[in-house]
């Protein structure tokens, strides 16, 4: 059995397009390792919270953070190490830089302006693309630490700890300009955290607000963070929210309980984390 199909056994087989998709996401980290990405950047977002801390739903894109701002940064001296990688699993992979059409503080559905974008697709018996975001202009006041992945190898790589983890997804959830579209994944996320009694970062979440331009006003503290979280949820269609995460869970009837007072009682059970 080679690397790959043992990384596969991992999953039941109606599971099989989401395991593809995630033995990839690790195979590339791997290739992103080895070239020395992580000491440049740290990696965070819904991804990093599915792969090392057993986020129950899956994941699509992978999103890193600089660990120090840089306009000029461009991921593509790691190209060669990331087709290296998946070339020794058997797979071909072309990397694209991603055009915006329209450069603006939010493009793409919550993406920064300092934001580069990356299409990755790794083809084998069928094409499979990946999303890699770079953020180049990182906020500060966030933490790092490694994490171990043991699959296709043993490595480590350089992470957000959970608190900031934590700030960065509320930021997310508090301000994506998703129109009249709901991202129930952040919803999900939230949930996790909570039942997880994972801390939340307020300074960093402040740092980043203040950056987006989605907070203007005195210290964010946790009375103002409290009133923005609840306007939040009662103005969140539930409906939506449920329909966005359910094919990213393996058991749908974890969103059973969602209601606008189960998100509300949430929100006051995260104040004492």
């Known amino acids: 059995m080679s690397v790959v199909e043992q990384m596969l056994a991992r999953y039941p087989e109606q599971e099989r397009d989401h395991a593809i998709r995630e033995v990839m996401q690790e195979i590339a980290l791997a290739g992103l390792q080895r070239g020395g990405f992580f000491d440049k950047a740290a990696f965070y977002g819904g991804t990093c919270l599915r792969i090392f801390h057993g986020l129950p739903r899956f994941s699509e894109d992978l999103d890193f953070s600089l660990l120090a701002p840089d306009r000029k940064f461009t991921l593509e001296p790691y190209f060669d190490a990331m087709r290296n990688e998946f070339a020794a699993f058997g797979f071909e992979v072309a990397i694209t830089a991603y055009k915006k059409a329209v450069e603006s503080a939010v493009v793409s559905a919550f993406l920064k302006k300092g934001t580069t974008i990356y299409d990755v697709q790794v083809r084998g018996q069928r094409t499979l693309k990946i999303r890699f975001e770079v ?49 129930g994944r952040d919803w999900f996320d939230f949930e996790w955290y909570v039942r997880s009694g994972i801390p939340l970062n307020l300074a960093h979440l402040e740092l980043r607000a203040r950056q987006s331009g989605d907070w203007e006003g005195a210290s964010l503290e946790k009375p103002a963070f409290q009133q923005l979280l609840q306007q939040r949820i009662e103005s969140l269609d539930i409906e939506q929210a449920r329909n966005d995460v359910q094919p990213f869970l393996r058991d749908p009837r974890a969103l059973d309980i969602w209601s606008t007072r189960y998100f509300l009682d949430l929100s006051v059970k995260l104040m004492y984390l």
């Open 135 to 183: 953020d180049t202009d990182p906020p500060a006041g966030f933490s790092t630490e490694e994490r171990l992945l043991v699959q296709p190898y043993s490595f480590y790589v350089k992470c957000y700890t959970l608190p900031d983890l934590h700030a960065g997804k509320m930021h997310a959830l508090l301000f994506r300009k998703w129109k009249k579209r709901v991202k």
